[in-house]
């Protein structure tokens, strides 16, 4: 049956990979690095058969995607889940000639190794919490692909140093304006490199620039940076990391303004200026914006256009 136009893709998430490894390739060592990550694999390409007419010739069942995730997790070195995601998706574009286009999404755990008086362990690691570290690469036959990094949940604060004020007031605001509050967010972000995606070398970028994003949001240990508004420092931290990144082309961020209010301590006569206070996550403000390195690569990637982004 062919009744409407359509456009498909299909794959298999939530695939689950640990890998250890073994850097010294000695088997007396005991040092260990290791990898864990969920895998999301989408592909594209000459399948309409398979939903009009229920032709099951092009479907690579996913089943057979989730084991390779795990055979080119055994078969193929790498240092970062970047490289990883490119050798998946050429898998199956060498493999599978009606594919024409690879999604693959990966959410990396953070472990941290313990340090014991002073000393990193071999192989002992503590979990990370609920920052992730985030990949999206889009393999396409005719040459376009594309790699964006993340980060998701980077939770950072600033105790003083924010205000917000000067905005429109109307019958319906009961904000009151200040010079002093909390800044409380989850750094959600993404950054899509251009032409030349650092191959072998994206676990070292992505710390650079998640160590870009926590300095701008921080301003100097001594004394910090004043804040005006959430809008004004997630666009500081995108344009200089753009300065210092030229290999990326944009970033989008999302920063949740996770607010905390003043516990009202009056009715006990105790005054309380941002001292005692209470989060309250929902709801969060949501702030975002994407920052082009140029004009021209905004005209092509005008994210908030596509509004199924
Ligand atoms: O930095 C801020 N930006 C806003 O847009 C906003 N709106 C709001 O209620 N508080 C804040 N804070």
Same mark, same amino acid.
């Given at each position: ?6 456009? @498909?893709?299909? #794959?298999? *998430?939530?695939?689950? =990979? +640990? $890998? ?126 594309? @790699?964006?990094? #993340?980060? *998701?949940?980077?939770? =950072? +604060? $600033? ?151």
């Amino acid at each position: 049956m062919k009744d409407y136009p359509l456009n @498909m893709r299909y #794959g298999k *998430s939530k695939v689950h =990979v +640990m $890998k250890i490894i073994n850097p010294m390739n000695d088997e007396n060592s005991k040092f260990r690095d290791v990898f864990d990550f969920d895998v999301e694999v989408l592909l594209q390409g000459d399948l309409e058969s398979a939903y009009t007419y229920g032709d099951n010739t092009p479907v690579v069942p996913t089943d057979t995607m989730k084991n390779t995730c795990y055979y080119i997790a055994k078969k193929v070195h790498f240092d970062s889940t970047e490289d990883y995601a490119m050798d998946l998706a050429d898998h199956f574009l060498q493999k599978y000639p009606h594919i024409d286009q690879v999604d693959i999404k990966i959410e990396q755990n953070s472990w941290n190794r313990i340090n014991v008086d002073g000393e990193y362990h071999d192989h002992c690691f503590a979990f990370g919490g609920n920052e992730k570290h985030n990949c999206h690469y889009r393999a396409n036959r005719n040459g376009n692909s594309k @790699m964006k990094s #993340g980060i *998701s949940y980077l939770r =950072v +604060m $600033k105790a003083t140093q924010s205000g917000f004020e000067g905005y429109p007031m109307c019958d319906l605001t009961t904000l009151p304006p200040t010079k002093d509050r909390v800044f409380c967010t989850d750094i959600m972000t993404t950054w899509t490199y251009g032409d030349n995606p650092p191959k072998g070398k994206f676990q070292t970028k992505n710390m650079e620039i998640r160590s870009n994003f926590i300095k701008v949001f921080s301003g100097p240990p001594k004394g910090g940076e004043y804040s005006k508004s959430v809008q004004e420092t997630m666009y500081k931290m995108c344009c200089t990391t753009l300065k210092n990144h030229p290999e990326v082309d944009f970033i989008e961020m999302t920063l949740p303004n996770i607010h905390h209010f003043n516990f009202d301590l009056t009715r006990f006569g105790m005054d309380n200026k941002n001292e005692v206070l209470f989060r309250s996550d929902k709801p969060s403000g949501t702030i975002e914006c994407t920052v082009y390195k140029d004009e021209a690569t905004k005209q092509e990637n005008n994210t908030y256009e596509n509004y199924t982004r």
